[in-house]
């Protein structure tokens, strides 16, 4: 057996004859037993991401005096298993829309470590959120502050807990930021007040929270972009939110007592790739909001932060079985090998999405045949749907092989569709040599129960 390492889950290895395991388990009997296409997700893997998060941030933080919650975003992947997982290793959970809570809820998770986002909840969402007790409802827009205002009072509790969502300007994502003062985006509440405006959006919601008897505010919420390799977009977004938690106070006497930075987290995708290591991050921006709460001569507040994809991405895969293979010469004289599996941008939308680049290796067997360019593409009527846009693959792949395309675990079957009437594909957890099933396949039967006829 050798470990395979990252893109792949820490429990992947290969066996004598070249085929893959995960936690134990061979992905030959794992396909005979559940079928293929199917998402296999690394229980050990995925526990031990969460752990590494919730004690690299809350030691980076220790060391300046501060609190820290983690947040796991459930929009990554959730079922009831992967929710009580993440809060049995002392995550809480974020949700975003009344769905993601119910399944949060269902798990056991206790309502006051629950979060729901979003930036259009409905009156019943907020009310839901509220008759479970959530931790916190963040909150997205100015009405917003007033409809969750009046459902607090209508459920006749405490005031509802609110964080106000705002936009730095700042957005990361791969290694580089920029920063912007008006942002064209549907999230979050400007920084920037407009031209012949006395306060920004942001600072005028966060004087509505603080004015409501029916909203408690707990404080500020900022997420600057997805799939970040450094910190530094982080510290400046943290910055510029502790400098209008300063303000907020200077004019109102209320110091908001928390600040949450968001996710975003970055993990390799491709070999060769380097993941964001979060002892690393978390170290480099408690140094940062340490220098900055200094320099504004404030206190710290208590932070959280919401890593999805860090948590759940590189613990999946995703198998396939191989059908059509098809060479097709290309105008500079190249062959390029399309290899078409049991699936495709049902599974995992994000190549066709955003050109998200993805790894795909033999999983069943070895061979020592010459490789080739490959393309791996679905079963779709659609020429977009690509799954791995290029990929060297040994050259006698064929009809029938297994292919494994590594850290699916997050944004694969939380975004899948039934696009052409496809079955959405089964999570299959391994751990320890044995699977087991969180959420099964879905049937033709499924899909038909909705058709009215
Ligand atoms: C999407 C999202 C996250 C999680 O992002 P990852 O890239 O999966 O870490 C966290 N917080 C908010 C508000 C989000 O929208």
Same mark, same amino acid.
């Given at each position: 057996?050798?470990?395979?390492?990252?893109?792949?889950?820490?429990?992947?290895?290969?066996?004598?004859?070249? #085929? *893959?395991?995960?936690?134990?388990?061979?992905?030959? /009997?794992?396909? =005979?037993?559940? !079928?293929? +296409? %199917?998402? $296999?997700?690394?229980?050990?893997?995925?526990?031990?991401?969460?752990?590494?998060?919730?004690?690299?941030?809350?030691?980076?933080?220790?060391?300046?005096?501060?609190?820290?919650?983690?947040?796991?975003?459930?929009?990554?992947?959730?079922?009831?298993?992967?929710?009580?997982?993440?809060?049995?290793?002392?995550?809480?959970?974020?949700?975003?829309?009344?769905?993601?809570?119910?399944?949060?809820?269902?798990?056991?998770?206790?309502?006051?470590?629950?979060?729901?986002?979003?930036?259009?909840?409905?009156?019943?969402?907020?009310?839901?959120?509220?008759?479970?007790?959530?931790?916190?409802?963040?909150?997205? #827009? *100015?009405?917003?502050?007033?409809?969750?205002?009046? /459902?607090?009072? =209508?459920?006749? !509790?405490? +005031? %509802?807990? $609110?964080?106000?969502?705002?936009?730095?300007?700042?957005?990361?994502?791969?290694?580089?930021?920029?920063?912007?003062?008006?942002?064209?985006?549907?999230?979050?509440?400007?920084?920037?007040?407009?031209?012949?405006?006395?306060?920004?959006?942001?600072?005028?919601?966060?004087?509505?929270?603080?004015?409501?008897?029916?909203?408690?505010?707990?404080?500020?919420?900022?997420?600057?972009?997805?799939?970040?390799?450094?910190?530094?977009?982080?510290?400046?977004?943290?910055?510029?939110?502790?400098?209008?938690?300063?303000?907020?106070?200077?004019?109102?006497?209320?110091?908001?007592?928390?600040?949450?930075?968001?996710?975003?987290?970055?993990?390799?995708?491709?070999?060769?790739?380097?993941?964001?290591?979060?002892?690393?991050? %978390?170290?480099?921006?408690?140094?940062?909001?340490?220098?900055?709460?200094?320099?504004?001569?404030?206190?710290?507040?208590?932070?959280?932060?919401?890593?999805?994809?860090?948590?759940?991405?590189?613990?999946?895969?995703?198998?396939?079985?191989?059908?059509?293979?098809?060479?097709?010469?290309?105008?500079?004289?190249?062959?390029?090998?399309?290899?078409?599996?049991?699936?495709?941008?049902?599974?995992?939308?994000?190549?066709?999405?955003?050109?998200?680049?993805?790894?795909?290796?033999?999983?069943?067997?070895?061979?020592?045949?010459?490789?080739?360019?490959?393309?791996?593409?679905?079963?779709?009527?659609?020429?977009?749907?690509?799954?791995?846009?290029?990929?060297?693959?040994?050259?006698?792949?064929?009809?029938?092989?297994?292919? %494994?395309?590594?850290?699916?675990?997050?944004?694969?079957?939380?975004?899948?569709?039934?696009?052409?009437?496809?079955?959405?594909?089964?999570?299959?957890?391994?751990?320890?040599?044995?699977?087991?099933?969180?959420?099964?396949?879905?049937?033709?039967?499924?899909?038909?129960?909705?058709?009215?006829?």
């Amino acid at each position: 057996m050798s470990a395979l390492g990252e893109p792949w889950s820490t429990g992947a290895s290969r066996d004598g004859e070249g #085929s *893959l395991h995960v936690a134990g388990v061979d992905v030959r /009997a794992l396909a =005979a037993e559940h !079928g293929t +296409p %199917a998402y $296999v997700l690394d229980e050990a893997d995925l526990r031990e991401r969460a752990r590494a998060y919730r004690q690299a941030f809350e030691a980076a933080f220790a060391a300046i005096g501060a609190g820290v919650d983690v947040y796991y975003a459930g929009k990554a992947f959730l079922s009831v298993a992967v929710a009580r997982w993440v809060h049995a290793e002392g995550l809480r959970v974020d949700t975003s829309t009344g769905g993601e809570l119910a399944v949060a809820l269902r798990a056991g998770v206790p309502g006051e470590h629950v979060g729901l986002h979003g930036n259009n909840k409905s009156d019943a969402e907020i009310a839901r959120a509220l008759a479970a007790g959530v931790g916190r409802i963040i909150v997205d #827009s *100015l009405p917003e502050v007033e409809r969750v205002a009046t /459902a607090a009072r =209508a459920a006749g !509790g405490a +005031p %509802a807990p $609110v964080m106000v969502r705002v936009t730095t300007g700042v957005h990361a994502g791969g290694h580089e930021f920029i920063s912007t003062a008006h942002e064209d985006q549907k999230f979050g509440l400007s920084l920037a007040a407009g031209e012949g405006e006395a306060d920004s959006p942001a600072m005028t919601a966060l004087l509505a929270a603080v004015a409501s008897p029916d909203v408690e505010l707990l404080g500020i919420h900022s997420h600057i972009g997805s799939q970040i390799l450094d910190a530094s977009g982080f510290e400046v977004a943290a910055a510029k939110v502790l400098a209008l938690r300063a303000e907020l106070a200077e004019r109102t006497g209320v110091l908001v007592p928390e600040v949450d930075l968001g996710g975003g987290y970055g993990i390799a995708y491709l070999p060769g790739e380097v993941a964001l290591d979060p002892e690393r991050v %978390a170290r480099d921006v408690a140094a940062s909001v340490a220098a900055a709460a200094h320099e504004l001569g404030t206190p710290l507040p208590r932070f959280s932060i919401e890593p999805g994809r860090a948590i759940v991405g590189p613990a999946g895969l995703t198998l396939y079985t191989v059908g059509t293979v098809k060479p097709v010469r290309l105008d500079d004289g190249r062959v390029r090998t399309y290899v078409a599996v049991d699936g495709g941008m049902s599974d995992n939308i994000r190549p066709a999405l955003y050109g998200a680049d993805y790894h795909a290796e033999l999983a069943g067997r070895r061979s020592t045949a010459e490789p080739v360019l490959a393309r791996v593409v679905g079963k779709h009527c659609e020429s977009g749907d690509i799954v791995v846009h290029e990929v060297m693959l040994p050259g006698d792949v064929r009809a029938g092989d297994l292919l %494994a395309v590594a850290a699916t675990g997050a944004y694969g079957r939380s975004m899948a569709s039934n696009y052409n009437m496809v079955p959405r594909p089964p999570v299959v957890a391994v751990a320890d040599g044995g699977t087991r099933v969180l959420v099964r396949r879905e049937t033709e039967d499924d899909l038909l129960a909705l058709d009215q006829g």
